[in-house]
């Protein structure tokens, strides 16, 4: 970062909006009373050093933290129903920057969904263990934004969480946005998809969801949110695009090579008569021109002019003598 | 605010682009003077490095490892790179949470995008309350353009199309170049809609700005004929001819017959004393 650029000042949160958030996820419904307050203190901890790190650092900022142990522990006389427990942590998951595990006696199933989820979002991940503890292989193995730490006390747990949002600094911060470009980039197909869902009777909802192979519940999630259906499997959406009867063309609607738009063509018009340019030299431009537009991404490829045609044409002529 | 921006009313995209960049740069702290500096206003959203790189496209905004990186294109012209870099930061204002929710709600396509951020571009480097100011009572001339593009860094071909968004100008900006023995149109700017595209040099248009070229070396009026759907017209023109690159402000809302049987020399002759009496009526113009 160069000197006096401050991280993400432009989509830092003002004092109304969220700041980022971290899961921190722990093993709840099978541990005992010793296990549990030992696993309450620890995450009080790295709350603590969440908070504190952030708002020392010498360029602060805000973090918030959503730890599962507090907001939906079984223990505690919670009486919502587990549907309710699976949608509070889905998507609180979906809503965070990242995830912290503190795995006490390896973990548990709940945890090890929580990490699936995690890295199917792409989330950073910091896995926390204790020293004398052991961590699956296959979570070892996992290729994914993964950081696997081993404590032998509260400090070393301290400096790994301190250690850990020091590095991430810039992806947890920059996740506000990258989650609103992603709505950008689903809500379309989600649009779509929930208008042919909400227009089938119950019964046929049921049929659809049969033959898609997905719950009725599921279906719902990703037609009411659009990080659902970013974060679903390309399995998912095939399945429920297809017992909609959907076009398989929605899932990829760039998959075409794009055409010309108007202007772009007159301007290859233009210079062809300008610059005396032949057919077939023509024929190859455009057909290059749209296999560059193919390419996509956030970038400025003008086409307007004679000019631009030109540029075009000798960057093609460059690329060409250079391989 | 921004929250008040009401994407639900005929606003036109200028006057969205302007609205949108007095917020931001209200937001960021950088002043709309020009030049406005554009590496301050990266910075400032967030954007790590502007960079220079050989490729095909003008720029390219890229995200990666949570970094904001603008890359250019290394062979751009200063005004057009100027131009490019604030467009990208156009699309960086987009993906703003609250900007990118607008965007959404107007229902943007890829072309209409990309003008909003053309728009946007032109509201960094030449802010409409500048512009006004600046420029409303200055003649319409190739000299203003020159004058508003070095003040902003922007180029003549920016400088052109604000000029008719404020100020209303009717003159659209033409760059020919020389190549293999002709005058040939390299670039048009802030053509009407129903033109674009469908402009063309001729042997006339060659004639033209081959004589200028031998005669004068400061800005010079004439009638520039230029060929639009099989017809030539003449065009008032201002024009400046250097060795390989000649540019013209025309009018194109005000085409005058040509005489089929006329010659260039002709042509030229006519012409002149029309040019002449409008030189006198634009003592500016003289004065240079």
């Not at chain 1, 969220?18 to 620890?42: F, I, K, M």
């Not at chain 1, 659809?208 to 519940?217: E, N, S, T, W």
């Not at chain 2, 009401?6 to 020009?34: C, F, H, I, N, Y």
Request: proline letters at 5%; aromatic letters at 6%; hydrophobic letters at 40%.
């Amino acid at each position: 970062m160069r000197s006096g650029q401050i991280a993400i000042p432009f989509d830092q949160p003002t004092e109304n909006e969220g700041a980022p958030c971290l899961y921190l996820a722990c093993p709840l419904t099978s541990v005992d009373t010793p296990s549990r307050q030992l696993l309450d203190s620890q995450c009080a901890h790295i709350m603590n050093t969440i908070t504190e790190t952030a708002a020392s650092s010498e360029d602060a900022w805000r973090v918030a933290v959503h730890a599962p142990i507090w907001w939906s522990n079984p223990t505690s006389g919670d009486s919502r129903s587990p549907e309710d427990i699976y949608k509070l942590n889905s998507q609180k998951v979906r809503e965070c920057a990242a995830m912290i595990v503190l795995a006490l006696s390896g973990g548990s199933t709940g945890v090890g969904q929580e990490l699936a989820w995690a890295f199917a979002l792409r989330l950073p991940v910091l896995y926390l263990y204790p020293q004398d503890g052991r961590v699956s292989r296959q979570i070892k193995g996992t290729p994914g934004d993964l950081t696997i730490v081993a404590f032998a006390d509260t400090s070393e747990l301290v400096d790994a969480v301190r250690n850990f949002l020091r590095a991430n600094r810039m992806v947890i911060g920059d996740h506000r946005r990258r989650a609103a470009s992603e709505a950008l980039m689903f809500a379309p197909l989600r649009t779509r998809l929930a208008a042919s869902w909400h227009c089938l009777r119950q019964y046929e909802q049921v049929v659809v969801a049969g033959v898609a192979r997905i719950h009725r519940d599921r279906v719902s999630e990703l037609l009411q949110d659009d990080g659902a259906l970013g974060s679903a499997s390309l399995s998912e959406l095939t399945a429920l695009v297809g017992s909609l009867g959907a076009s398989f063309q929605a899932l990829a609607p760039e998959s075409e090579l794009p055409e010309l738009g108007e202007r772009e063509r007159e301007a290859l018009a233009q210079v062809c008569d300008e610059y005396e340019w032949s057919g077939s030299k023509a024929l190859h431009i455009e057909m290059a021109a749209r296999l560059e537009l193919a390419r996509g991404g956030v970038r400025r490829l003008r086409l307007e002019s004679p000019d631009d045609w030109l540029r075009f044409d000798r960057y093609r002529q460059k690329n060409a003598r250079s391989r | 605010m921004i929250g008040s921006v009401s994407t639900g009313t005929a606003r036109k995209m200028p006057d969205l682009a302007d609205m949108l960049v007095s917020w931001l740069l209200e937001r960021v702290g950088v002043p709309s003077q020009p030049p406005v500096d554009l590496a301050q206003l990266a910075g400032k959203m967030a954007v790590e490095e502007v960079r220079d790189a050989a490729m095909v496209e003008d720029g390219r905004l890229e995200f990666r490892d949570g970094r904001a990186i603008i890359y250019v294109r290394n062979d751009l012209p200063r005004g057009r790179r100027q131009f490019t870099i604030a467009h990208e930061l156009g699309h960086r204002l987009l993906l703003h949470r609250q900007a990118a929710a607008i965007a959404y709600r107007r229902r943007l396509t890829g072309d209409s995008l990309e003008r909003l951020c053309d728009d946007i571009a032109a509201a960094i480097l030449l802010p409409r309350d500048w512009v006004e100011a600046e420029f409303g009572s200055s003649p319409r001339t190739l000299e203003t353009l020159r004058r508003m593009s070095n003040m902003s860094s922007a180029s003549l071909s920016a400088s052109l199309v604000r000029l008719r968004e404020v100020h209303r100008w009717p003159h659209s900006l033409l760059r020919f170049s020389y190549v293999t023995d002709r005058w040939r149109l390299a670039s048009p700017a802030g053509v009407p809609g129903d033109m674009h595209g469908k402009l063309r040099t001729t042997p006339m248009t060659h004639g033209v700005l081959t004589a200028l070229g031998c005669e004068r070396s400061d800005d010079a009026l004439a009638k520039l004929p230029l060929q639009i759907a099989e017809m030539t017209w003449a065009f008032p023109a201002e024009v400046s001819v250097h060795q390989h690159v000649a540019v013209a402000l025309v009018d194109l809302t005000r085409p005058g017959v040509l005489n089929c049987d006329e010659d260039i020399a002709g042509f030229l002759r006519r012409t002149a004393g029309e040019s002449k009496l409008a030189s006198e009526a634009s003592p500016r113009i003289q004065a240079r």
